[in-house]
């Protein structure tokens, strides 16, 4: 019989590590949290190097993802769609910013392909990136996939602001020690 149901789970370890409580009031703290959570993943063993978190508009968190790929058996299990997944289900809305607006994604690393595709309908209007795809690509063996040429004009045109380069070198350290580990691909 074929599969009817499926479930993706964040690693028990994360609700003891954020304070659900707390207001991350700009860019910088916003970044730090999702930074905090790649390292956590690669340090605990419970996936790749990738955290993400979204907030709404006051700074609140809705919620948080880390990559997951290979503890849950799939390839959708990245940080941002984890994220995604876990806001949506939060809020009970498929479009996050329906009509609540200013909803903001902090992914440590540049969403891949795959990510960057469901930004659009996940409802997001600002995403905040740490480390860049290059960077992920220079630092690990990851494939980020085929981008637009012109990834960040799409996003713009789209009501998306884009913020790079957030706390950039400490994304960089995380996939550093990562790599440095032997890169496994969780």
Not at 130 to 157: C, I, K, N, Q, Y
Request: glycine fraction near 12%; include cysteine.
């Amino acid at each position: 019989m074929l599969s009817h149901d499926a479930r993706l789970a964040l690693p028990d370890w994360v609700g003891a590590e954020i304070d659900a409580t707390a207001v991350y009031r700009d860019d910088e703290a916003r970044m730090a949290l999702a930074v905090r959570l790649s390292a956590l993943n690669v340090e605990r063993g419970t996936g790749g190097p990738f955290g993400a978190a979204v907030f709404d508009a006051q700074g609140r968190l809705l919620a948080v993802g880390v990559n997951r790929v290979v503890p849950e058996t799939s390839s959708i299990a990245h940080a941002e769609m984890m994220a995604y997944l876990l806001a949506q289900k939060h809020t009970g809305r498929a479009r996050l910013n329906d009509g609540h607006p200013g909803i903001t994604l902090a992914a440590s690393g540049q969403p891949c392909c795959m990510c960057y595709g469901a930004t659009f309908w996940a409802g997001i209007d600002t995403l905040l990136i740490g480390a860049s795809s290059a960077d992920v690509m220079e630092l690990t063996d990851f494939d980020e996939g085929p981008l637009p040429a012109d990834w960040r004009g799409e996003l713009e045109r789209r009501g998306i602001a884009v913020r790079e380069g957030v706390l950039r070198e400490a994304a960089r350290e995380v996939l550093s020690r990562y790599a440095a580990g032997g890169g496994i691909h969780y």
